[in-house]
């Protein structure tokens, strides 16, 4: 699932008539980028949310044929935050681990390393709930999220790192909240973490959290020839 319900107001005034997984970076939309790298990876069922302005979005995908995957859409009308978009979206991501992705950020993660930890979070009921993909952090978030112990992700540890917003979850992580309800992604994942269910690793590859228009900027230029 690629989450892209987001309004994008840091983003604005450039999301005023955009939906900020469509702004350009390189030539290519923030979507095609992650679409193309999940291609790659062998992800070939995709799920993507939208709210502000998602009628571009659909227009612009359609449904993934051109990029040899299969798009499903899950709109909201009203954005419904991280974890009640993908609680609405549960349906069509049925009953097994599945793989979740920030709209508004670039990596250069592979995404295929993940593929062999879903299959044993799929097979194992005490494998943990969910397992994140953490960071250095930006300038812009000095103090981090999370910690890693091993590969147990902690509320608080030196180092602290962030949160990249790419995640691989069980469906029974949302279990607590109701579907069409607005709800965040943090306090699910923290009670996750707190009761010792949550597996994390840390990417030291390239990552942009690109949420102003000053850093899409410059990630354009460091893409361009």
């Not at 390189?26 to 709210?51: Q, S």
């Not at 502000?52 to 709109?75: C, K, M, N, T, W």
């Not at 994390?200 to 942009?208: A, D, K, L, Q």
């Amino acid at each position: 699932m690629i989450l892209a319900a987001g309004r994008g107001e840091r983003m604005r005034p450039l999301t005023d008539a955009t939906p900020k997984p469509l702004l350009q970076a390189g030539g290519k939309a923030l979507l095609v980028w992650h679409i193309e790298a999940l291609a790659r990876a062998g992800f070939a069922e995709l799920v993507i949310n939208h709210a502000h302005l998602g009628r571009q979005i659909e227009a612009a995908l359609g449904d993934g044929s051109g990029f040899g995957v299969r798009i499903r859409y899950s709109p909201e009308g009203e954005a419904l935050e991280t974890a009640g978009g993908i609680t609405k979206a549960l349906p069509l991501l049925g009953g097994a681990p599945f793989l979740v992705v920030n709209g508004d950020i670039f990596c250069d993660y592979d995404f295929s390393r993940l593929l062999p930890r879903m299959a044993a979070m799929a097979e194992d009921r005490d494998a943990p709930l969910a397992h994140l993909i953490l960071v250095d952090n930006p300038a812009h978030h000095a103090a981090g999220d999370f910690a890693l112990e091993g590969d147990r992700v902690r509320a608080a540890g030196e180092p602290m790192l962030t949160f990249s917003g790419i995640g691989v979850y069980r469906p029974e992580l949302f279990a607590s909240v109701a579907p069409g309800a607005k709800a965040k992604l943090g306090p699910l994942l923290h009670r996750a973490v707190a009761a010792g269910r949550v597996s994390g690793e840390h990417y030291r590859g390239r990552w942009v959290d690109v949420g102003t228009p000053e850093r899409l900027r410059q990630l354009d230029q460091s893409l361009r020839p």
